[in-house]
């Protein structure tokens, strides 16, 4: 089969995967000249009684629970459309940030709903890509035949609306995933015709084995990524510094940065500079994470155009001489780097051990590790029951999260088929979910924020979105 993308987008309940849940997906199959091949996916998915949104999100897109409830379909009714339209052969799965915001949902989903949450992404020669990257990319490098907008404050911004709206695309309703998503055709399509170098290097380059190449080859290379400052256009030279093996991540360092003051660091003084703050005072360490898997915008070498140079407050010296330096002394400042990432992750460590011992905990834990084969055969077969039998899976899984996951996926789903005992069990569950706490309880500041965003100068139809999320918080709240 030949080669093709899936544009898709996402409207969520929140900005949580392993909590929130997909409202709204859609999603368009292409060729690799961005004609559409067959139908749009474009389904609501219901929102369950254990779950409530976050306001501001419904405030953005508009969508309110009911509407999901009333035109919406399951998460394992959604999956089976899903898999039947989008999944196939050589199918490289695009959106605009959805690397770490759509993807990152789709897994979760997949995982309450017992399917592998990985091979959607990688079997039969699929992959994924991220379109966000490469128009940062673009602006900074290669800008030329394309609009670039700004927001309110001065500061460039790359939005898919203003994008769209600077260039003329087709972007008929920001927010509403369908739009997004022809509107992140149109954008490719735009970028290709006006850099079609650069759009498809990068494209060549978003498997990880070929950007590992490229940032072990021991030379500086042009990095953009979201974790850099827009006054900079996202995007640095940097250097790698190395990985340990097995890793699909690498430390690198940013050569906008003299490295001389973080040389000599102690391991303790590494990991205060690295954690995160918001004190725009803090020292912050120049290291950063790169994932080869989350397809990375990094092209080889350091770009030598005057105007580019300028356009991103680098000099050419400045690179190298930090580079010469990083690479002096980078034994010593490499060893102390990872003894920090060990006890930063120990740290994480004992923070998920706490995580685990709670039941209630089991749609957080996807990463906890990868299902085995006997247990994703068994998944499988769930998959195809019908859900009054589904009670014969229960504690048949090798991996306890399975197990603890069963029931909820029943009572999700299939709520229909609960007998009086699951249902007591499915009461208990929502009430713990929902009310556990108090004031500071799910419920609880969920009508709190509410209350809050009521207060604010708000429009008539947020308003009553307000009033419609308050109507849902009510008809799902349990009798404790």
């Not at 909590?19 to 292409?30: H, K, L, S, V």
């Not at 003894?339 to 685990?356: F, M, P």
């Not at 085995?372 to 009670?391: S, V």
């Not at 809050?452 to 849902?472: F, R």
């Amino acid at each position: 089969m030949a080669a093709s993308f899936y544009f898709y987008d996402l409207e969520t309940s929140g900005f949580r995967p392993s909590q929130a849940r997909i409202m709204q997906f859609a999603g368009q199959r292409t060729d690799m000249d961005f004609k559409p091949i067959g139908e749009q996916l474009n389904v609501l998915i219901k929102m369950v009684s254990d779950t409530v949104p976050d306001p501001e999100a419904v405030l953005v897109t508009g969508i309110t629970p009911q509407q999901t409830i009333a035109d919406g379909i399951s998460e394992a009714e959604f999956l089976k459309q899903f898999y039947h339209v989008a999944v196939k052969p050589d199918t490289i799965f695009v959106g605009f940030n959805n690397i770490r915001f759509d993807d990152e949902f789709m897994r979760f989903t997949n995982y309450r709903s017992f399917y592998d949450a990985y091979e959607w992404q990688w079997k039969d020669g699929n992959s994924r890509w991220d379109l966000l990257d490469v128009a940062r990319m673009t602006r900074a490098l290669k800008p030329d035949g394309i609009k670039w907008p700004f927001a309110a404050d001065g500061k460039p911004t790359n939005r898919l609306e203003y994008l769209s709206s600077i260039n003329k695309l087709e972007h008929t309703a920001a927010h509403d995933a369908m739009s997004d998503v022809m509107a992140t055709i149109y954008l490719a399509q735009l970028i290709k015709s006006k850099q079609p170098q650069l759009f498809n290097y990068l494209l060549e380059y978003r498997s990880k084995a070929k950007v590992r190449s490229l940032v072990e080859s021991g030379k500086p290379f042009m990095y953009t990524s979201g974790s850099f400052s827009s006054q900079f256009l996202h995007t640095t030279a940097a250097l790698f510094l190395g990985r340990r093996d097995q890793q699909d991540y690498a430390l690198v360092y940013d050569l906008r940065i003299d490295p001389t003051p973080f040389l000599k660091l102690t391991v303790n003084e590494i990991i205060d500079a690295w954690k995160f703050t918001r004190d725009p005072e803090a020292v912050r360490l120049p290291v950063k994470t790169l994932k080869y898997n989350r397809c990375p915008a990094v092209i080889p070498g350091v770009v030598k155009d005057k105007d580019t140079l300028a356009r991103l407050r680098l000099t050419r010296q400045q690179i190298l001489d930090n580079a010469v330096q990083v690479t002096k002394h980078s034994k010593s400042f490499v060893a102390k780097l990872f003894q920090a990432v060990e006890r930063l992750d120990e740290e994480r460590a004992l923070v998920q051990t706490v995580i685990i011992e709670d039941d209630l905990s089991v749609d957080d834990r996807l990463y906890d590790g990868f299902m085995t084969n006997k247990d994703k055969i068994l998944m499988t077969k769930l998959r195809q029951t019908d859900p009054i039998e589904l009670n014969n899976y229960f504690s048949k899984f090798d991996d306890r999260r399975l197990n603890s996951l069963l029931l909820l996926y029943k009572a999700r789903n299939f709520p229909h088929s609960l007998n009086s005992e699951e249902l007591a069990y499915w009461d208990e569950f929502r009430i713990k979910k929902l009310l556990n706490g108090g004031t500071d309880s799910r419920l609880a500041k969920y009508f709190d924020r509410i209350n809050e965003l009521a207060e604010t100068s708000l429009s008539g139809e947020k308003q009553y979105l307000l009033e419609e999320l308050k109507l849902y918080g009510e008809s799902i709240m349990p009798v404790d």
